[in-house]
C-alpha cells in the first residue's frame, strides 16, 4: 500500500520565495515600463487585425501617442472614406503584469514541469490582454455602426461584446496575477512522494 506525503515547504522556501517576489517585482516593474509600448502595440495589432475581420471593416493604422495607441478602421464599399478611430490605453490592461510576472517567478521553488508550466502562464495572459482589446474595440465599433446606420441595431453579438469587456475588465484584468498563480500552483506543484507500507515497515525494522 502507498501513501502519498506531501513535499514539505520549509520556512527557508517560503521566505526564499517572498525574497525572490520582492526582488523580482522590482526588477519587472522597470522592465515592463521599458517594454510596456512595445507589447501594448503588438496585442493591439492583432486584436484590431480580430476586430475587423469581425466587423468586416478594414484596419488601416494604429498610432501611439504616450500611453494610448489609437487603432483606425474604415468600412468597406461606398463609406470607405470614412474614418473610425477607438482609442486603446496599454495600462487599462496590463498594469498588473508587473506584479503578475513577480508572482509567478515566485512560485518557481514550488513547481514542476517548469517550462509547460511558465509557456501555458503566458500563453494566457497574453491571450487576455488580446480579448480585452478585441472585445473593447468590437463593442466601441459596433456603437459607430450603429449611430452611422452601417449597421442594424439588436445585433445578438452586441451585448456578447459587452459581456466579454466587462468579464475581461472587472473580473479578468483585476484578479489576474492570483488566478495565474493560483493555476500554475494547482496544476504544476510538486508533485507528493510516494512511500509504500513495506518500505515504511522495513525501515522501522532497521531502526530496531
Not at 495607441?69 to 472614406?81: C, D, V
Not at 456603437?143 to 473580473?171: C, H, I, R
Not at 488566478?179 to 532497521?206: C, N, P
Amino acid at each position: 500500500m502507498h501513501e502519498s506525503n506531501p513535499p514539505a515547504v520549509t520556512k527557508g522556501a517560503v521566505l526564499r520565495s517572498v525574497l525572490v517576489f520582492a526582488v523580482s517585482y522590482l526588477i519587472f516593474f522597470v522592465f515592463w515600463i521599458a517594454v510596456k509600448d512595445h507589447y501594448g502595440s503588438g496585442v493591439t495589432f492583432v486584436a484590431s487585425k480580430l476586430a475587423a475581420g469581425v466587423k468586416n471593416l478594414k484596419f488601416e493604422e494604429m498610432v501611439r501617442e504616450q500611453d494610448v495607441i489609437l487603432a483606425t478602421f474604415t468600412p468597406r464599399g461606398r463609406s470607405s472614406k470614412m474614418l473610425i478611430d477607438i482609442p486603446v490605453k496599454t495600462s487599462s490592461y496590463s498594469f498588473n503584469a508587473p506584479l503578475t510576472l513577480a508572482i509567478m517567478a515566485a512560485l518557481y521553488p514550488f513547481i514542476s514541469r517548469r517550462k509547460k508550466a511558465y509557456g501555458q502562464a503566458l500563453l494566457i495572459l497574453t491571450t487576455v490582454h488580446v480579448l480585452y482589446v478585441f472585445s473593447l474595440e468590437a463593442k466601441e465599433l459596433t456603437a459607430v455602426l450603429v449611430d452611422k446606420n452601417l449597421q442594424k441595431s439588436g445585433n445578438a453579438a452586441e451585448p456578447l461584446y459587452q459581456f466579454l469587456w466587462s468579464f475581461t475588465d472587472n473580473m479578468v484584468i483585476r484578479f489576474e496575477p492570483f488566478l495565474l498563480g493560483l493555476y500554475m500552483y494547482l496544476g504544476f506543484r510538486k508533485q507528493a512522494i510516494s512511500v509504500s507500507a513495506g518500505d515504511r515497515s522495513g525501515t522501522g525494522a532497521q531502526k530496531g
